[in-house]
């Protein structure tokens, strides 16, 4: 059984930092002491672009310090706030990571991640690129039934209610998702897409492929600065995705 921790949508910004570093702490505490993952992923959109690159620096460090004492290993996807200010480079050293797409191995399941922000636009929707797309073209073949997670939706998922994208909800997804999703097709064997962005959970099935997308953590709506979610994900011959808000299981799926 692999054990995998998923936060989604941090958005840390100054006005908020106090309550959503104490609720990040608790979960990393969680985490720690309860679930015990193997992995934890960030989806993305780890900061809410701030007026300054020095206001953004601050709060993708608020970030790294409340998961700095974990024992568990954490991958940072870059969603489409954190690149407004900063650059994939700057990123890459603060949280010292050396590239923001690649695959980690954990147990015996892959997890491909991929690098959706846009770099110079402020412009929600996101891109992937040829690159990625080739390199996920090679992984996605090479590994059984590996999951694939990017900040940006690549499944369908109904926005007609959705506060941020209902209007348009081209800007919720990825430009060259078609692309994408030809690849994972072709490869037949995908567990699941998992993504953040739209900030709600759904599960759901798309070009006869699943596609979980995870609640935010914050700012799930303007009213709502705070909403303190995260999933579980646990990995074995039935897996299970838990979308919790502290001890409370709010989703649970099964893929």
Known sequence: MTRIGIIAEVHMRTEHATDLV??????????????????????????QHGKTREEDITNVERVMSA????????????GNHDVINLTRDELADILDQDSFFGEVNVEDETFVYL??????????????????????????????????????????????????????????YLCDRKKLLDIMSK????????????????????????HLSISAFSKETPNKPLTGAYAQLTVEESSTAEIKVRDQTIAQYRI
């Open 22 to 47: 104490n609720e990040l702490n608790w979960i990393a505490d969680h985490f720690e002491h309860n679930f015990e993952p193997d992995h934890v992923f960030l989806l993305g959109d780890i900061i």
């Open 67 to 78: 998961l700095s004492d974990c024992s568990f290993p954490i991958t940072y996807l870059l």
């Open 115 to 172: 690098d959706s922000s846009l770099r110079g636009t402020k412009t929600p929707s996101g891109m992937v690129g040829p690159d990625q797309l080739s390199f996920a073209k090679k992984s996605l073949t090479k590994h059984a039934n590996p999951f694939v997670l990017v900040h940006h939706p690549i499944g369908n998922f109904d926005l007609s209610d959705n506060y941020w994208f209902a209007e348009f909800p081209e800007q919720a």
């Open 187 to 210: 490869s037949g064997n995908i567990q699941s897409t998992i993504t953040g962005h739209i900030h709600k959970h759904e599960y759901t099935t798309f070009k006869d492929l699943p």
